[in-house]
């Protein structure tokens, strides 16, 4: 038996949580272009390899948070590719310049959901720009590593 794309243990609570529940007992990664039916926001920008979304259940204290999603069901770093680097970078760049943000994180976890603390093994890298608190100091936004 195949082990589950989805970690209920690493998903955040409330109706994130459902969700993934929802998605554990079906088995189907919600990443994979087939079953992306979970996810409430639009696709802002594709390319042949990823494609770009805001997410639909950010961290606590973003002002920006997006995704950038393999359209291929890949969970090691070691699947990736040179092109797959480029595309991620024009995608991401792509999100700074329309949003027009001046700072942030860009992430990505990989491999076993156990050691990441991802709710999703289907490798996508997170783009997150904090609140700000005052003029000049951002809020912290806590990203999981580890569970």
Not at 81 to 93: I, P, S
Not at 112 to 132: C, E, K, Q, R
């Amino acid at each position: 038996m195949r082990k589950s794309v989805v970690s209920v243990k690493n998903a955040r609570k409330g109706e994130y949580k459902k969700v993934i529940k929802e998605i554990h007992q079906k088995g189907k990664c919600p990443f994979c272009p087939e079953n992306f039916l979970y996810h409430k926001n639009p696709i802002l920008k594709k390319g042949k390899l990823w494609f770009l979304t805001k997410d639909s259940w950010p961290y606590k204290h973003t002002k920006h948070h997006f995704l950038i999603i393999g359209t291929k069901h890949k969970e090691k770093f070691s699947q990736l590719k040179q092109e797959d680097f480029k595309e991620v970078a024009e995608l991401a760049n792509f999100a700074i310049a329309k949003y027009k943000i001046q700072g942030g994180a860009v992430a990505v976890r990989f491999g076993d959901t156990n050691f990441t603390g991802a709710s999703v093994a289907h490798l996508h890298f997170h783009i997150i720009t904090p609140l700000l608190k005052t003029k000049n100091r951002t809020q912290t936004v806590q990203f999981p590593i580890g569970g």
